[in-house]
């Protein structure tokens, strides 16, 4: 009903950067929060930073200070400015929208299928 689709990951060295986008569509629907998590192997998924649609942010503690979460509510998507990328930033990173869809006027929280983000030594 509400499509995520993600693009951006990829291979890095440490201290470089990536830029992640993820944009929503499908029914109508209005996005409360969208926000990034990322998930390594043997790991829990955790949040990375989440924004509302009044532009309210918020970070993990790992990332603070060196990712920027952003969005475009007219375009319906959301960036993850990534810089000094280190390698335990490695991980599968998942876009997520929370919100309502107005045809039905019942809440969603949508995935994206996630990005890979390598970063090397």
């Known amino acids: 009903q509400v499509q995520l689709v993600e693009s951006g990951g990829g291979l890095v060295q440490a201290g470089g950067s990536l830029r992640l986008s993820c944009a929503a569509s499908?029914?109508?629907?209005?996005?409360?929060?969208m926000g990034w998590y990322r998930q390594a192997p043997g790991k829990q998924r955790e949040l990375v930073a989440a924004?509302?649609?009044?532009?309210?942010?918020n970070y993990a503690d790992s990332v603070k200070g060196r990712f920027t979460i952003s969005r475009d509510n007219a375009q319906n998507t959301v960036y993850l400015q990534m810089n000094s990328l280190k390698p335990e930033d490695t991980a599968v990173y998942y876009c997520?929208?929370?919100?309502?869809?107005?045809?039905?006027?019942?809440?969603?929280?949508?995935w994206g299928q996630g990005t890979q983000v390598t970063v090397s030594s």
């Open positions: 924004i509302t649609s009044g532009g309210a942010t």
């Open positions: 499908g029914s109508i629907f209005s996005i409360n929060t």
């Open positions: 997520n929208a929370k919100g309502l869809v107005l045809t039905t006027t019942l809440r969603f929280d949508s």
